[in-house]
């Protein structure tokens, strides 16, 4: 008999699938309650900047809230989302070191550049279009936020937060993001509760490895006073 994981334990212990699905690690095993809950005020201040950013571009209010923190196999962390997605590749150059996804969906995206391009946002969910012309104004969307999320960061950890040009592509449902993080895995993944106001409820999605997840933490402990995480 091969030799289980003790994720796959505890799965078959709590009922739950031991390998395939969208099975969830426990995050209490890479991270503490304490740091579970930095990454969640780090989400919360760099996500509300992007939102006011958002905001901005699109002429409608904007909320991005109600982080919450999850641990998955790479391969199983979009299982549960049957949609097609816009992701956009963000590297630190600056200040922290690492790399995250931001994903977005189709239909979500559709409705954000239809606003920008001056539209009602009234987009067919079945088909909506993305074209050139669409990804294009989507890609200054990310990048307003990003820079935004960036500023907030540089201010939350006192020192400069700088990133490469945003890179967005194309990501089918049931995508595997390991590739991207050069197979790492398990991966972080905050969803967020998004908002148009009159015209979406969603969600967005950041994913991040562990290793830049504790990089960040690590910044924000020093910055506090408290000492590097444990």
Same mark, same amino acid.
């Given at each position: ?97 690492? =790399?995250? @996804?931001? +994903?977005?969906?189709?239909?979500? #995206?559709?409705?954000?550049? &239809?606003?920008? !391009?001056?539209?009602? $946002? ?80 969603? =969600?967005? @999605?950041? +994913?991040?490895?562990?290793?830049? #997840?504790?990089?960040?933490? &690590?910044?924000? !402990?020093?910055?506090? $006073? ?5």
């Amino acid at each position: 008999m091969a030799n289980l994981s003790q994720a796959e334990i505890n799965a078959l212990l709590n009922g739950g699938p031991a390998a395939g699905g969208q099975t969830k690690e426990d995050i209490f095993e890479y991270f503490s309650a304490d740091e579970t809950d930095a990454l969640g005020e780090i989400g919360n201040i760099c996500m509300g900047a992007s939102a006011t950013a958002m905001s901005a571009l699109v002429g409608r209010r904007i909320m991005i809230t109600t982080p919450k923190v999850e641990l998955y196999q790479s391969e199983a962390v979009l299982v549960a989302y049957k949609c097609p997605f816009l992701a956009v590749d963000v590297e630190y150059v600056c200040g922290i070191a690492g =790399k995250n @996804l931001l +994903i977005i969906k189709d239909f979500d #995206a559709a409705v954000i550049t &239809d606003l920008m !391009m001056g539209g009602d $946002g009234v987009v067919h969910e079945d088909n909506p279009v993305l074209d050139e012309i669409h990804l294009s104004a989507m890609s200054e969307v990310m990048n307003q936020m990003i820079g935004s999320a960036a500023t907030a960061m540089s201010d939350m950890m006192g020192e400069a937060v700088n990133i490469s040009p945003p890179r967005i592509f194309r990501m089918e449902a049931n995508g595997s993001v390991g590739k991207y993080f050069g197979g790492a895995s398990p991966v972080l993944k905050i969803s967020f509760d998004m908002e148009i106001e009159g015209l979406l409820k969603s =969600k967005l @999605l950041q +994913i991040m490895t562990v290793e830049a #997840a504790k990089t960040l933490i &690590d910044r924000l !402990m020093v910055s506090s $006073g408290e000492g590097q995480a444990p």
